[in-house]
């Protein structure tokens, strides 16, 4: 019998902190309204109660209701409706943390009972100055499968979602205040809505559901509304616009699942690293002139040739090409393993060679070992010679691929004329550790050999850049689920391939807008991170370098 989730998501109006007690109501009418069809699981957006910008007003005043007050309030409707209910609230913090109160997530089991909380980790912005960050990323047993839950911005930190799955999460709630801005209402939207929660979904093939705000707070917070459900494999199957109240009703399939790509932890150990010894940390202090920066590469989007000399004769001319555009690097997908035998090693590296060395542009590509029988490489290959051979680490899932031979040494950084360059190919992308770790050591630019995905690679190559706050290109074949694109740091698309067509997209690139890791006010996606909580992720506990190089 198939195990079946019914959840309801509230998607609700914004209300300033004056409004607090008029804003309870309100939402509490709403949950009575959500549990007529009976559902498993209620769920609300972020700091439902009181608000989420609290100014300067105190929570202990008459018009508020103390943390414990307004939890008894929630918890006598997941009695009276024999629910769970997930709110976003103001909680107390633990004694003796740095802030009064956290922005937190209760989960209220049918009886009443408070089966367990979570705190906001990566605080965004303003939520500094009222609350603490919390320090674990806990899941909860209940007879409606296992809930983990985010709040908000912590949906942007890859680790906390990993986290949450690696410890047994079937659904990972979202409660969320996603922030917008735009002139019509009806076209709001966010990084998170568009392409980070997909990502978050896929990457660990689980069920993501966010339930968020609509409407203006404060005279200056506009909320994007959207609430939805995002399948295993990062998709939409349902959701709301971004303009009304309403409940989103959707009954969970929990054994309907997808297998991510296997993960390597041993290959991760700079998730672990004090952020003072990371070399993306040294490099903050490093005199760079914005101008002197500005470099032109290019991703080519193509269907890989049979054999090694249609590619040298294609990959030459789209070099020559594109040297004329001004491009100093130019990256191609990655050939298909299925290949190896018609792609001879030291033929094609010889002659990439000679095309990097005519031309003056930097090529990135893959190539088989030379026994043909070794992991897909990426190489690296400039005017004088190979600059980097990255052997790849991780493949996808699924019979077929068990055989597939990989190699074990962490993705490399590499200084180059363009900045410090990150290399992945193929499946690496779809794990956030490798490109995380990339940033972690350095990597300005990310270069991306992607080849005919099953999932979709756009929403992942926003989401890399994002995250990491990081360049990243990526070539990939003319299908419906490849992207050769470039983005920027801020995750905005730079340069993009139209699907189904052989042609190739460039954009410029300067390795300083990647050295400012700042995604709001005080919200630093390097010194935000807490790598103390992040054991479940690591397999072995490395110790950082002595030094930074």
């Known amino acids: 019998m198939t195990r079946t989730a019914r959840i309801a998501l509230l998607q609700l109006r914004a209300f300033d902190v004056e409004d607090a007690a008029r804003s309870l109501e309100h939402t509490l009418a709403m949950v009575d309204e959500a549990a007529e069809q009976r559902p498993d699981i209620i769920a609300l957006p972020e700091v439902t109660y009181p608000a989420y910008f609290l100014g300067r007003a105190q929570l202990d005043q008459p018009a508020v209701l103390a943390p414990a007050a307004a939890e008894a309030r929630f918890a006598e409707k997941a009695r009276q409706h ?255 393993v299925r290949l190896r035998a018609a792609y001879r090693h030291d033929e094609l590296l010889a002659g990439v060679r000679r095309i990097a060395a005519d031309s003056g542009v930097i090529v990135a590509f893959t190539a088989p070992e030379p026994d043909g029988a070794g992991p897909r490489a990426m190489y690296l290959v400039g005017a004088d010679g190979v600059l980097a051979r990255h052997r790849q680490t991780h493949t996808r899932p699924g019979a077929r691929f068990e055989t597939v031979p990989l190699g074990d040494e962490p993705c490399p950084v590499i200084e180059t004329p363009l900045g410090r360059v990150g290399l992945m190919v193929g499946a690496e992308g779809f794990v956030p550790e490798v490109a995380r770790s990339l940033m972690l050591r350095g990597a300005e630019i990310i270069l991306w050999c992607g080849d005919d995905p099953a999932l979709a690679m756009a929403p992942v190559v926003r989401t890399r850049a994002d995250e990491n706050r990081v360049f990243v290109a990526c070539a990939a074949a003319p299908s419906a689920t490849g992207a050769t694109m470039i983005v920027a740091p801020s995750g905005a698309v730079l340069a993009e391939a139209l699907e189904g067509c052989d042609l190739a997209v460039g954009a410029t690139v300067n390795r300083a807008w990647a050295h400012l890791k700042e995604r709001a006010p005080g919200s630093d996606v390097v010194l935000a991170r807490q790598p103390g909580t992040y054991g479940a992720l690591l397999r072995v506990t490395a110790a950082a370098p002595a030094r930074v190089v």
């Open 82 to 336: 024999r629910t769970h209910i997930a709110a976003g609230m103001a909680s107390e913090a633990p004694a003796g943390a740095s802030a009064r109160y956290c922005n937190g997530a209760v989960l209220f089991g049918r009886d009443g009972d408070v089966i367990g909380r979570t705190a906001k980790s990566f605080l965004w912005h303003f939520d500094r100055r009222w609350f603490t960050a919390g320090a674990a990323y806990p899941v909860f047993e209940t007879d409606a499968g296992r809930i983990g839950m985010l709040v908000c911005a912590d949906g942007r930190v890859p680790e906390i979602a990993r986290s949450l799955v690696l410890g047994g999460a079937e659904i990972i709630l979202d409660l969320t205040a996603w922030v917008s801005s735009g002139r019509d209402a009806r076209a709001l939207t966010s990084s998170q809505r568009t392409y980070l929660m997909p990502t978050r979904a896929a990457e660990n093939g689980v069920w993501v559901a966010a339930a968020d705000k609509v409407g203006v707070e404060a005279r200056s917070i506009v909320y994007c509304g959207g609430s939805c459900v995002v399948d295993p494999r990062g998709q939409y199957v349902a959701q709301l616009n971004s303009t009304d109240e309403g409940i989103l009703r959707f009954d969970v399939p929990l054994d309907e699942t997808a297998t991510p790509i296997r993960r390597r932890p041993e290959l991760y150990d700079a998730l672990g690293w004090p952020t003072e010894r990371l070399p993306v940390e040294a490099q903050r202090g490093e005199p760079l002139v914005v101008g002197d920066w500005e470099r032109y590469i290019a991703a080519v989007q193509m269907r890989v040739p049979d054999d090694g000399a249609a590619f040298l004769d294609l990959a030459r001319r789209h070099v020559e090409r594109l040297a004329l555009h001004d491009a100093r690097l130019v990256l191609f997908p990655a050939t298909p």
